[in-house]
T-cell receptor
């Protein structure tokens, strides 16, 4: 079983749509959870951290379910500029540790 | 404020040649990570250093790969001899107090012919 699994997509959605991405992780020792965004031919960049209580940043909402080892990202009112690959990321364990990446879900927002 | 710097940005070489990738982490960061990204396998950790000491190199594919961090401001990843299956984007990242502060460099695109 892969450490982090995501639906690769692509998700093709019209501007203004709401889109949700999910991922599951296998390592119950993972302590920190993130969504990263990667544009074509660029480096990954942190989009937001994910907390058990859920957190929101503008149009983006992230949720974590530790019991199910499941992470989600919701994007409301999609913009053309949201087109990118979204990577689900967990840490190997606690502390300043490496990141374990899912292979990403590709999103294309269409005018 | 300079981010993580990697060089070269692109490298094309022939099978069997030695390849050296370089990374300058963000000043003040004490952890440095080397990742490799391919279409088939996604982003994978190769090795990481904490305070210039290698902590986990279990992701290094084989003996052809080696990494060093002689000081806090410089690291190299060397492949000798290179093979076509090493073709990938190699990212260096650094952080100082936790994964939330891990920043990636722009990557080195390596093509081994």
């Amino acid at each position: 079983r892969k450490e982090v699994e995501q639906d690769p997509g692509p998700f093709n959605v019209p501007e203004g749509a709401t889109v949700a991405f999910n991922c599951t992780y296998s390592n119950s020792a993972s302590q920190s959870f993130f969504w990263y965004r990667q544009d074509c031919r660029k480096e990954p960049k942190l989009l937001m951290s994910v907390y058990s209580s859920g957190n929101e940043d503008g149009r983006f909402t992230a949720q974590l379910n530790r019991a199910s080892q499941y992470i989600s990202l919701l994007i409301r009112d999609s913009k053309l500029s949201d087109s990118a690959t979204y990577l689900c990321v967990v840490t190997k364990n606690s502390g300043n540790t490496p990141l374990v990446f899912g292979k990403g879900t590709r999103l294309s927002v269409i005018a | 404020d300079a981010g993580v710097i990697q060089s070269p940005r692109h490298e094309v070489t022939e099978m069997g040649q030695e390849v050296t990738l370089r990374c300058k982490p963000i000043s003040g960061h004490n952890s440095l990570f080397w990742y490799r990204q391919t279409m088939m396998r996604g982003l994978e950790l190769l090795i990481y250093f904490n305070n210039n000491v290698p902590i986990d190199d279990s992701g290094m594919p084989e003996d052809r790969f080696s990494a060093k961090m002689p000081n806090a401001s410089f690291s190299t990843l060397k492949i000798q001899p290179s093979e076509p299956r090493d073709s990938a984007v190699y990212f260096c990242a650094s952080s100082w107090d936790g994964p939330e502060t891990q920043y990636f460099g722009p990557g080195t695109r390596l093509l081994v012919l």
